[in-house]
């Protein structure tokens, strides 16, 4: 019973427990605290697992409550979970002592506790969606994590009841794409007769046949809900916009990429073996299925993206864009389209984190997001403007910066498949991210001509974890080795994994 | 969904109760149980769903606190009107004016 031997169901268990707490403190700094020091504490166990998964030869696997696999749930670690474990709780620790003041001035006072246990809720089924292998605990736990962010998006509501709506219609749209998942897992148990993502790989090899495939199906579908796949993303812009700012940062950056891990674990470690060593059907389907959605995506959304007033829906429209960039690097079925995909990933959330911290600083000391808010921000929040400047350059794809990364992985990968068009496309959409973010920033930089009142930064508590954000944007941009290496590694894991079963 | 369990199974189980049943253990040769794996499915699925219900019930009630109706039609024109402003009154039909 030592630390290393029950790491991987702390990140679990911890904040689950924990959680209920929260509710029963006094509103104001007590749950803050608690929710905040839980979440760092989650966060260092989520990085120890991180270095144990480095360490280890081949990946970590745990049997929840000693019953062992496939009967018994069990907790699966390698790579790529590694990584966006590390991601999602790192973006817990730095969004909860972001939210103190964010929160305060956005929701009511007595529903503070309530939020906070909400948001660690949230965090805790992410957590369990990433680290589970068995099928049908990813449904659970997706519905834990939904359930939150739907109250959570709701809470919105006391700036613009939009909230409401919005967080309806990701209720309805959210629900009918965790239905169509569980009747995927349910086909596929039918089809095998077990849960467990290593025993359906082995019952599924070369077991090719109607049920296999409507499973097959109908999990593309609502895994596609779930990270906004271009049609299935009209929930995402008004979810992202009305939700209060703390909320859009935290399920911004990680609640899509959690649904893209998802599929990227049933296409490869489930059913790459299924559809043969010739991955004949699987090929066709990414290549001619997923790749064009990929791509209307990236150019719909960036082009809605252009005309936006609000600039939190700008950004809501940039995230379904960027999804599409995942999209095409997991379309071309190669390793360094993969790898793309793993560090866009990564990268994708340090960006819109700090893009969505700094409108939420906006938020705090001017009220709003439209784009009139930023006129002259450079002059009356310079650290602020400053994030979102440097933030902004690097979803576009400036060099020194994240999203150069992933934007010269993922042509690597094109190149490499032999995609020309898609190079060329990828150069394109950029082109349209340069005109959404460069709108803002040339607004930023103009000196307002009527002097406007004087505001103060953002206090500190926001500050820091946005500068934070800002400077692992430059710094990961710099140091591609801890993001690349993993995703390769990760990568050629999920390759040779489903390769092996041969 | 039902299985039988194999004699020898049965027998090492109650073999381990009282001795009384010993003699019953040999009448016994298959026993036909229910995979519980499906029941605990669609159970969750159910639960997963009547919490949905209910989130979505109590967002229903605070969207009629907060636009007065719950008509769909009626919701999207307040939200159409929010983020585009009141539509500019027609211009109003002048018969007396020169046509």
Redesign the interface.
Same mark, same amino acid.
């Given at each position: 019973m030592t630390f290393t031997e029950q790491l991987p169901v702390l990140p679990i268990i911890t904040p689950l427990l924990l959680a209920p707490i929260t509710i029963l403190l006094p509103k104001g700094r007590a749950a803050w605290a608690w929710a905040t020091l839980v979440s760092w504490l989650v966060f260092f166990f989520c990085a120890s697992l991180l270095v144990a998964v480095y360490h280890h030869d081949g990946p970590i696997s745990y049997a929840l409550g000693d019953w062992m696999a496939p009967l018994g749930i069990e907790y699966r670690i390698d790579l790529a979970n590694g990584l966006l474990l590390f991601l999602i709780s790192g973006m817990g620790a730095l969004v909860f002592p972001y939210a103190y003041h964010s929160i305060n001035a956005e929701i009511d006072e007595r529903q503070t506790p309530m939020f906070y246990a909400a948001l660690l809720l949230c965090m805790t089924g992410l957590l369990g969606v990433t680290i589970t292998g068995d099928a049908f605990n990813v449904f659970v736990f997706f519905e834990i994590a939904s359930l939150s962010t739907y109250a959570l998006v709701a809470l919105g509501a006391r700036q613009d009841r939009r909230a409401l709506t919005a967080a309806f219609n990701y209720l309805v749209m959210g629900t009918i794409g965790a239905t169509f998942f569980v009747i995927g897992v349910g086909l596929l148990y039918q089809a095998t007769g077990t849960l467990n993502m290593e025993d359906l790989r082995v019952e599924l090899t070369s077991l090719d046949n109607r049920m296999v495939q409507s499973g097959f199906a109908f999990i593309f579908v609502g895994m596609g809900l779930k990270l906004a796949m271009f049609p299935l993303h009209l929930w995402l812009p008004g979810a992202y916009a009305y939700a209060p700012s703390a909320v859009s940062a935290f399920v911004a950056a990680t609640s899509t990429k959690v649904a893209l891990y998802v599929l990227i674990r049933f296409f490869y470690t489930i059913f790459h073996a299924a559809y043969g060593i010739d991955f004949g059907s699987l090929y066709t389907i990414l290549q001619y299925v997923l790749m064009p959605l990929a791509v209307a995506g990236m150019f719909v959304a960036s082009l809605v993206a252009v005309f936006q007033d609000c600039v939190k829906r700008m950004l809501a429209y940039s995230s379904v864009g960027q999804i599409g960039y995942m999209l095409l690097g997991l379309s071309l079925g190669t390793t360094s389209g993969l790898t793309a995909t793993m560090v866009h990933m990564f990268n994708h959330a340090l960006m819109k984190g700090a893009l969505f911290m700094a409108v939420g600083c906006v938020v705090l000391r001017l009220g709003g997001h439209t784009v009139s808010q930023f006129r002259g921000l450079f002059f009356r929040m310079p650290i602020t403007a400053t994030a979102f400047l440097v933030a902004g350059l690097s979803l576009v794809g400036v060099p020194l910066t994240v999203g150069f990364v992933s934007k010269w992985t993922l042509l690597q990968g094109t190149f490499e498949a032999g995609y020309w068009p898609a190079s060329f496309l990828i150069v394109a959409s950029s082109l349209i991210a340069v005109v959404y973010v460069g709108r803002i920033i040339e607004i930023m930089i103009r000196k307002p001509e009527t002097p406007a009142p004087a505001v103060s930064e953002a206090p500190l508590s926001m500050l820091v974890p946005m500068i934070l954000l800002v400077v692992a944007n430059l710094y990961f941009g710099l140091q591609t080795d801890l993001t690349v290496d993993t995703a390769r590694g990760a990568a050629d894991a999920l390759f040779v994994v489903s390769e092996g079963a041969h | 969904m039902t299985e039988t369990l194999s004699a020898e199974f049965v027998a090492a189980n109650l073999a381990s109760t009282d001795e009384a049943s010993h003699g019953a253990a040999a009448a016994v040769e298959n026993v036909i149980y229910s995979n519980p /794996?499906?029941h605990v /499915?669609i159970l969750?699925?159910i639960v &997963?769903g009547v @919490?949905?219900t209910a &989130?979505?019930l109590a967002?229903?009630v605070?969207?009629r606190e907060?636009?007065g109706t719950i008509e769909e039609d009626e /919701?999207e024109a307040a939200?159409h009107v @929010?983020?585009f402003g009141e539509a500019a009154p027609l211009p109003t039909a002048d018969t007396s004016g020169a046509a």
């Open positions: - | /794996l499906p /499915l969750t699925a &997963v @919490a949905t &989130v979505g967002l229903a605070r969207i907060a636009y /919701l939200d @929010a983020e």
